[in-house]
């Protein structure tokens, strides 16, 4: 089950078998109904090819701004979500200080005994020793600061409490159990601190487009396109005229994007790759993230909506 296949069991519509239509289901929601060529089919990269390629497992959700999945694959595989819970963890303080629940020039006092391995903006302002509520969720989001993170955790309830976030935001699968650095652990079969692509797409979906306040949200966005971690991923496979913004996560064993894309239509959707336990190196890995994303925005690209429901 690949991804120009889905795209096609869909043009079909109502001429495809029942035995076909129920092995679709998993890949596409019932709308909207897109048609795509057959040469635009075949032009794009199968997703099963790029995973086989990786000797690792691939994951990939695409959702529109309406919270409609239009494709995926592997999409509700569990996945690590590595620094990619920094995006939402960001969006949970934004909308706190909506709720009045702190504000976000509060400044956060830390000390070296607050400090992470990879935390270069914290370290940065150590001898400051404090930062606002605004300038850590920036820095988690923009270079994925460890230390950031984890000073803006209790905040939220702690990893308990970002769970419940995305739990009141429509996401029943996504959790978050530890802090930095153990939450990257990613080991075999353990569900701790997992997301799914479709899980974690939606999310964001929900969040940018519908539940936070365009302040917030006009804020989040510029975290986001302000990141400088992804420049491999999911923006390097960009089709021509496109322009993302978003979140990576590395954990050794995994490596992630989740980004907000906009179509040179003007149209946005949040993708969101994974890719778990690959057997080529971290520069291969970012590679298979680009050509996926390749493949499924440029099948996107060229599809048109039908209007059928």
Known sequence: MVLPAALLATAMLVTIGSAVAQERQSLLPPAPRYMVSQSAMEAARNPREIEKET????????????????????????????????????????????????????????????????????????KRGRMSMAELAEAAVEVSDNSAANLLLPFVGGPEGLTAFMRSHGDAVSRLDRNEPDLNENAEGDVRDTTSPAAMAGLMARLIFQDMQPDSTKRLREWLNGSSTGDRRIKAGLPE????????????????????????????????????????DAKAADSAIAQAARAALGLIGKAQRTGLE
């Open 55 to 126: 000797g690792g497992r691939l994951g990939v959700a695409l959702i529109d701004s309406k919270g409609a999945l239009l494709l995926g694959f592997n999409r509700d595989d569990r996945f690590a979500m590595c620094s990619t819970f920094k995006a939402p963890l960001a969006a949970a303080v934004l909308m706190g200080a909506e709720a009045g629940k702190f504000g976000l020039d509060g400044q956060v006092a830390f000390s070296k005994t607050d400090l992470q391995e990879y935390a270069p903006v914290v370290k940065a302002n150590m």
């Open 241 to 280: 005229g496109w322009t993302s913004g978003g979140k990576t996560g590395s954990c050794g064993t995994a490596f992630n994007d989740v980004a907000l894309v906009k179509a040179p239509s003007g149209e946005e959707y949040v993708l969101a790759i994974f890719l778990d336990r690959p057997t080529v």
